[in-house]
T-cell receptor
């Protein structure tokens, strides 16, 4: 079975601070995809990034960066110089393709509050 | 494209009433997913369709829930009779591609259901 754990339920930071959101996943499959989605206060879920299990390169997109480490089964998300607009709930998700090509399993999410 | 369109955005009903939630996926997308979001359980997959055919409904909580996709541009999720524990935000999402697990999901804005 697939499982995603986001141990941080809520995080509060002051604007311009860096913040890292943790994601630990469990799967026995060798082929899988990891995702991050953002849910701003308006409620919709917005796709941020997708990584497959064969690509461990870290990724940077503006102030966002992702650190994928298979050795620790983690896919952490860092926001550099946080802004108030980053306040949202962030979800990490996993889908494993060997065992039936199942759709996404989401973590419980981390609520990030960025204070001006 | 207008994105995934869900209606109604908010629904308040009394226990025992029938509730119908509607979804119009993105044109050309061949997968459609229904998720439910609650504080306690997070985001749960209820059911998903491929080319209008239900593929996995194991997440549907019980017989009171049913989902249909009569054509490529419309799906419904029905709850009959509704109960207070059904109160949640219901998301519809769609995607395109051969492997649903690898596809990026585009979510609708959600339907917030309150059952009194």
């Amino acid at each position: 079975a697939q499982k995603v754990t986001q141990a941080q339920t809520e995080i509060s930071v002051v604007e311009k601070e860096d913040v890292t959101l943790d994601c630990v996943y469990e799967t026995r499959d060798t082929t899988y995809y990891l995702f991050w989605y953002k849910q701003p206060p308006s409620g919709e879920l917005v796709f941020l990034i997708r990584r497959n299990s064969f690509d461990e390169q870290n990724e940077i997109s503006g102030r966002y960066s992702w650190n994928f480490q298979k050795s620790t089964s983690s896919f952490n998300f860092t926001i550099t110089a946080s802004q108030v607009v980053d306040s949202a709930v962030y979800f990490c998700a996993l889908s494993a393709l060997n065992s039936g090509n199942t759709p996404l399993v989401f973590g419980k999410g981390t609520r990030l509050s960025v204070i001006a | 494209d207008a994105g995934v369109i869900q209606s109604p955005r908010h629904e308040v009903t009394e226990m025992g009433q029938e509730v119908t939630l509607r979804c119009k996926p993105i044109s050309g997308h061949d997968y459609l997913f229904w998720y439910r979001q609650t504080m306690m359980r997070g985001l749960e997959l209820l059911i998903y369709f491929n080319n209008n055919v239900p593929i996995d409904d194991s997440g549907m909580p019980e017989d009171r829930f049913s989902a249909k996709m009569p054509n490529a541009s419309f799906s419904t999720l029905k709850i009959q009779p509704s109960e207070p524990r059904d109160s949640a935000v219901y998301f519809c999402a769609s995607s395109f591609g051969r492997t649903p697990g690898a596809n990026v999901l585009t979510f609708g804005a959600g339907s917030r259901l309150t059952v009194l």
